[in-house]
């Protein structure tokens, strides 16, 4: 019995540990910082924050193998944020037919909302609703 008492306190205390982690940081806006400091965001359910003349990434699941691709639904306000590119990146695994992540940069110009709304589809199929379609709110102050 003594052989499982120190697995299972170490077990709960790295639970507890995780679970205190994702409470501490709720309600943040979720972005990280790559290798060249730039602000990168994923999460569709938290706003982008930034300041006028600050660059943001937004980072996205792909696999350009299956033909799929993120596409914008509706531009965001050009007052207010401007898109600078997009770019796919391969995964850096050898096994074929691995995912990636489509890159997005954008350049807050104004203060105010707006939103960037993508869906993810195979541009050739017309009638084919998207697999996924995601919406960020960016807030930008000067």
Sequence with gaps: MKNFVLPIVMIC????????QGHLTEGVSSFHKNDQGEREHSDPSKP?????????????DSNATTGY????????????VELLNNEYRASKTKII???GQEIWSFKAVAPGKTII????????EKDVPPVKNV????????
């Design 117 to 124: 709304s993508m869906k993810y589809v195979r541009p050739w």
């Design 13 to 20: 205390s790295c639970i507890g540990l995780a679970m205190a």
């Design 97 to 99: 037919g691995a995912g």
């Design 69 to 80: 691709q993120w596409q914008l639904i509706k531009r965001p306000d050009i007052s207010i």
């Design 48 to 60: 982008i924050e930034v300041k006028i003349g600050q660059e943001f990434l937004i980072t996205l």
């Design 135 to 142: 919406q960020f709110q960016i807030i930008v102050s000067p």
